[in-house]
Every structure is written in C-alpha cells, then in structure tokens.
C-alpha cells in the first residue's frame, strides 16, 4: 500500500541520518514533494467511507458477543503488555527517554508557581489537575481552566517553552488550570480497575464530557471562586464540552462564562487525511487488535511504543516526524519541531481505542455528531434502541470562539462551521480561519503569536466587555 511505503521511506530515511541539523538540508528538497503527492490524493471522498464502513463492521457483533466479553483478550493483552515492558525496559537502558513533563514541577522552571491535586470521578478514575500562574499577581484576570488535546495531556499546551499557551497566559496574570481526561498522563489511576485492563479502557469522550470535565469545573470554580470560568482548548476539548452540554445542560455549563476552541471537533464528516481517513475505513480491525493485544488500549505510551517514538522524534530524526505530522494532518510549516526533543516526553499519548473508533464513526457523515454506535444488537442492549441518539449541539449555550486551521486535514473548516452554526445562537460568538496552521499547530506552533494571539486578544476583549 502507498501510504505504508511511503511512511518506511520516511522512517529509513530519517534513521539513517544522524541529527536534525544534519539531515533538514538533505531531507527537505527530497520529502516536500511527496507530503505535495499525498496531499494531491487527497480528498479521499467521505461518502465512500461512508457508504463501506458497514461492511467492515462484520467483526463487531462478533466482538461484543465472545471475544471482547471473555478473559481470553485479557490474558493476551497483559501476554503483549509484559513483552512490551521488558523491551521498553532494555530500549529505555541503551536510549533512554526523559521524564514526563509534569506541569506543576515544570512550571517553576519557567517562573511560574505549580500546583497539583487529584480528584476522582463517580466512577472511579483519578485525574490530575494541575494550576499554573504567577505568584506575585496582585489580581488575576480571569480563571483559564485548559483541558487536553487528542493524544496529549495536561501539558499539551506547554510543549514550546517559554511561548507555549500557558505561560503567555500566567504571564498575563491569568490564573491557569490544566485538566485530565481519563487514558491520558496523570489520569491512568481508578480505585479499582488497573490501567492494564480492558475495561478500565472502555470509554470514549462521552465520558470526559458527562464525568471527567465536570467534575474538574466544579472543583476549579470551588477553589477559585470563579463562576465564570473561560475554557481554552483544541479538538477533542470541543467533543467533551458539547457532551457535557448535551447531558447536564445549565448544570456544569453556568460555571462557564466563554470558550475559546482550535478546531473543535464536534462534526468530522469531511475528513481529508489520507492516514486517517484509511484508520477509519479499518477502525473494526483496530477495535480487534486493540481488544486483543492492549486491553483496549491505543497504546501510544505502552513503554515500548513511547521508547521507539521517543527516539525517533525526539532524538535521532526529528524532521521525519515532522513529515509524518504533515503526512496525517496536513502540510504546514507550522510543526516546531526543533522542539521535539522537549515535547516527546508526552506526546504522543494513550487513549482508548474507543475513542479512535468514536471519532471514525463520524467520518464521512456530514452534520453527525451521535453516542457511540455498537451495531443493532449491542445498541438495543445499552441504550434500548437501535442507532444512537445525536449530540444536541444546541445545548452549548456558552459563548465560543472557533478558530479553524485552514491547512488542517483532520478537521477542516466547513466542518468547524457546520459546528458553529448548531450551537445555541448565543453560542455562536466568533468563527474564524487562521491561514498556515494544520490539526497538529495548536501543540507545536512556530509563529505561537499568530496562534494563541488571537484567542487571548478575543477573551480580553470579551472581558472588557464585561467590566
Ligand atoms: C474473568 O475473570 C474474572 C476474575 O479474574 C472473573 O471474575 C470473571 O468471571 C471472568 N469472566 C469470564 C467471562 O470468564
Ligand atoms: C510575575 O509578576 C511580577 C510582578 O508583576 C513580575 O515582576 C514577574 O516578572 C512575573 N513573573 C513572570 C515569570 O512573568
Ligand atoms: C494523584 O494520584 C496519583 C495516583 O494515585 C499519585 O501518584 C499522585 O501523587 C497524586 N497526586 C497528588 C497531588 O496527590
Ligand atoms: C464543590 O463544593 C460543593 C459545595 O461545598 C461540594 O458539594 C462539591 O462536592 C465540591 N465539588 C468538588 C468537585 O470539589
Ligand atoms: C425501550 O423502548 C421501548 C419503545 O421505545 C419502550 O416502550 C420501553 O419502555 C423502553 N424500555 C426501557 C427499559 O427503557
């Protein structure tokens, strides 16, 4: 298959340099045009997705029924995860990976001061949630509380240093609060259920948006004093803000008073990345391996995967992960990747698989946006009908501002509109189109002014409004 070539190429090329300086001249004039070839495949027509999906779902009641049921997949799983361990073990011996950039102890080394705490939902899982601001604000503005992005964590917005979002906001005198979602760092504890099971694992964003964001606004707002919280975020802090919306409506959302979203993903039909549009085709094979070798898990921090993704991205070749990150979310500049070496200690993340097969559902399907879909018989049993319902998006009565990212492949702007314009008229603040960024920029931007200027300027306005 094309795709897989063309990934080996990029990783034999990249590993056969030997540093980032060395390898940008050689390798640039050599891979620019064939991210250019990938994207010229591109669109991948959503409604063939669309229209095939239902035959490779084949295996899923199959799942559901036997296989995902039994101790079968479990005992395979932790056979994989004890494998997995001891070669992460020797690889981390010969090249070893840094520690995970924790927020609170980071945060210092910037200037600012950290905090940490825990909170358990009313299911069990126990997340981290961490403040960062500057100590010595005689007054702060206004309380940011950020929630992760896909694949990342409670950092996901202090990859680049001293310019990542967090600090332009601390620095601003903005109290700053970073959530968890469960699967992600500092959210891989529960009371009961081990991190190496398969139902500690069985969760989508519908999760984050009815226990995991909820839970962490009440207690921002309880420490605080805050009632009018400003949530900033990217991609899939947009699907655990309309969840919450839909299921608790005023309950959580009063305690917001805006929010400030980088491609928010609420409806993701037009996908247009070739890597994951093919992930979406096949998501009923991923939802088998995954049951069947990582307990459920998208095992992005097993300890090997994060040894040879460490390694590659953030030690021997940078700049093929670079292309990489083009190659899956489409062709920008925007991608900091003399950073990575910093950034990798916690990218790219675990989630479930559910959540993968959560958002490939949508792919292809224009202005659907519904509860995971089982198959029939498996709907029938957990909600009592046969489809599942749909997100109310007019639920979201907050006022919010998009941001779309026009070179992004993964969620593009008509579909960031189409979003908008479901929202509850007095949601629908500002919409707008930011021009060299792609789905990955919100983490690793090179022009961080062009990226997180305009959300700050909007919410300072929104609060000068207020006064
Ligand atoms: C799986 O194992 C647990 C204990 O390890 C047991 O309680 C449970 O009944 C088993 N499930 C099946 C389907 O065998
Ligand atoms: C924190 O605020 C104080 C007082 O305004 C200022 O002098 C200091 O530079 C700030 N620290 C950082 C890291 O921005
Ligand atoms: C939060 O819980 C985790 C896991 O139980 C623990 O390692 C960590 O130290 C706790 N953090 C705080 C601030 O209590
Ligand atoms: C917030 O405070 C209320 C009132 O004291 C309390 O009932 C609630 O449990 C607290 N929530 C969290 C998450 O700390
Ligand atoms: C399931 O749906 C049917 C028809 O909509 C309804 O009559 C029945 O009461 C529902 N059962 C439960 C347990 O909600």
Same mark, same amino acid.
């Given at each position: 298959m094309q795709l897989t070539q063309l990934l080996l190429v990029h990783l034999l090329m990249g590993l056969s340099l030997s540093g980032p300086s060395a390898s940008q001249s050689i390798l640039q004039p050599l891979l620019s045009p064939i991210v250019g070839e990938v994207e010229k495949l591109l669109p991948i027509p959503g409604a063939l997705i669309g229209a095939l999906a239902p035959y490779t779902s084949v295996l899923n009641p199959l799942l559901q029924s036997a296989v995902l049921q039994n101790n079968l997949t479990q005992f395979s799983s932790d056979v994989v995860t004890s494998l997995t361990g001891l070669v992460g073990v020797l690889v981390n011996a010969a090249l070893p990976v840094p520690p995970y950039i924790r927020p609170d102890s980071e945060a210092p080394k910037f200037g600012f001061s950290g905090e940490a705490y825990n909170v358990t939902t009313s299911d069990g899982y126990i997340l981290g949630v961490f403040r960062v601001r500057n100590a010595s604000c005689s007054a702060y503005r206004a309380v940011v509380v950020i929630p992760p992005g896909i694949l990342s964590n409670a950092a996901s917005f202090m990859y680049i240093k001293e310019n990542s979002l967090v600090y332009r906001l601390a620095r601003r005198c903005y109290d700053v609060w970073l959530l968890t979602f469960r699967g992600y760092l500092f959210g891989r504890s529960h009371t009961t259920l081990s991190d190496k099971s398969a139902k500690f694992w069985d969760f989508y964003p519908y999760h984050w948006g009815a226990y995991d964001l909820p839970l962490q606004l009440e207690f921002v707002s309880n420490k605080t004093g805050s009632t009018k919280l400003r949530l900033m975020g990217v991609d899939q802090a947009g699907t655990a803000l309309f969840f919450m919306n839909h299921v608790h409506g005023q309950r959580y959302q009063k305690l917001l008073a805006g929010c400030y979203l980088f491609a928010p993903i609420g409806y993701l039909g037009r996908l247009r990345s070739l890597a994951f549009a093919t992930l979406a085709l096949l998501r009923d094979v991923l939802t088998t391996v995954g049951a069947t070798t990582?307990?459920?898990?998208?095992?992005?921090?097993?300890p090997t995967v994060h040894s040879v993704l460490y390694n590659l991205c953030g030690r021997i070749s940078p700049l093929t992960c670079f292309y990489l990150f083009q190659t899956l979310a489409?062709?920008?500049?925007?991608?900091?990747?003399?950073?990575f070496p910093y950034a990798f200690a916690n990218l790219l993340d675990s989630t479930s698989i559910y959540t993968m097969n959560y958002y490939f559902q949508q792919v292809g399907r224009l202005k659907y946006m519904a509860f995971f879909d089982y198959g029939e018989a498996e709907n029938l049993r957990?909600?009592?009908?046969?489809t599942p319902e749909n997100v109310n998006l007019a639920a979201t009565t907050v006022p919010c501002s998009f941001y779309a990212l026009r070179?992004? #492949?993964? #969620?593009?702007t008509d579909d960031i509109r189409d979003t908008f314009k479901a929202l509850a008229p007095s949601a629908q603040s500002t919409i707008e189109e930011l021009d060299n960024f792609n789905s990955v920029s919100p983490f690793v931007p090179v022009d961080a002014d062009g990226l997180y200027g305009p959300p700050i300027r909007q919410m300072e306005a929104d609060l000068r409004r207020l006064s």
């Open positions: 990582l307990h459920n898990e998208f095992a992005l921090m097993n489409g062709s920008s500049n925007e991608i900091n990747y003399k950073l957990r909600y009592n009908r046969s070179q992004g #492949t993964v #969620t593009v």
